[in-house]
């Protein structure tokens, strides 16, 4: 069936250093594909999403990029802050369906 | 306006017990949902409300009731309280079920301990 796998965390980062989190999935068909961000205390955001192949979302700095031929969607910034600590999630829509999968997040700690 | 909220914000609850978790927005929303989110796991779906009055099933429905009187509110049910019950809950409502989960709107959630 359909998944999506991330990697695990917690992932802890200095300041200003590179941020990569992978995201792989399986589905059939094209699914859209989504970043999510959790800050402490509150509800998922969504934080970028692509919706074919080759498409890349960005947004706050963050970016993703679609890539049908490796099923993946990682998720990467060049130079993260302290304020960017939280849990992300990768998600994906299946094609024509009404169906969302989350994959069970990765929780960044980033420090000064 | 409050967007999507959740109380309470964190119960514990002892075997058996029952209680309700309530569920409110104030975007007029027609698609409203519940998911649980347990560690190394994704949010899964438990029930979804397409409007007031319809109700139907996602991926763990087990052990779980809703109700969907008016369009604000969505409140999920724990009719007897399980250990394996024990996580954390999140509401989210979108103006359809056809716009797509990145149109989802989420609240801040419910930490639910089962002793």
């Known amino acids: 069936g359909d998944s999506v796998t991330q990697m695990e965390g917690p992932v802890t980062l200095s300041e200003e250093a590179f941020l990569t989190i992978n995201c792989t999935y399986t589905?059939?068909?094209?699914?859209?594909l989504f970043w999510y961000v959790q800050y402490p205390g509150e509800g998922l955001q969504l934080l970028l999403k692509a919706t074919k192949a080759d498409d890349k979302g960005s947004n706050k700095g963050f970016e993703a990029t679609y890539r049908k031929e490796t099923t993946s969607f990682h998720l990467e910034k060049g130079s993260v802050q302290v304020s960017d600590s939280a849990v992300y999630f990768c998600?994906?829509?299946?094609?024509?369906?009404?169906?969302?999968?989350f994959g069970a997040g990765t929780r960044l700690f980033v420090k000064a | 306006n409050a967007g999507v909220t959740q109380t309470p914000k964190f119960q514990v609850l002892k075997t058996g017990q029952s209680m309700t978790l309530q569920c409110a927005q104030d975007?007029?929303?027609?698609?409203m949902s519940w998911y649980r989110q347990d560690p190394g796991m994704g949010l899964r779906l438990i029930h979804y409300s397409v409007g007031a009055g319809i109700t139907d099933q996602g991926e763990v429905p087990n052990g779980y009731n809703v109700s969907r009187s008016t369009t604000e509110d969505f409140p999920l049910r724990l009719l007897s309280a399980a250990p394996s019950q024990t996580s954390v809950y999140f509401c989210?409502?979108?103006?359809?079920?056809?716009?797509?989960?990145?149109?989802?709107?989420f609240g801040p959630g419910t930490r639910l301990l089962v002793l």
């Open positions: 989210a409502s979108s103006y359809s079920r056809l716009a797509g989960v990145e149109t989802q709107y």
């Open positions: 589905a059939t068909g094209y699914p859209s």
């Open positions: 998600a994906l829509r299946t094609t024509g369906g009404f169906k969302t999968i």
């Open positions: 975007m007029n929303h027609e698609y």
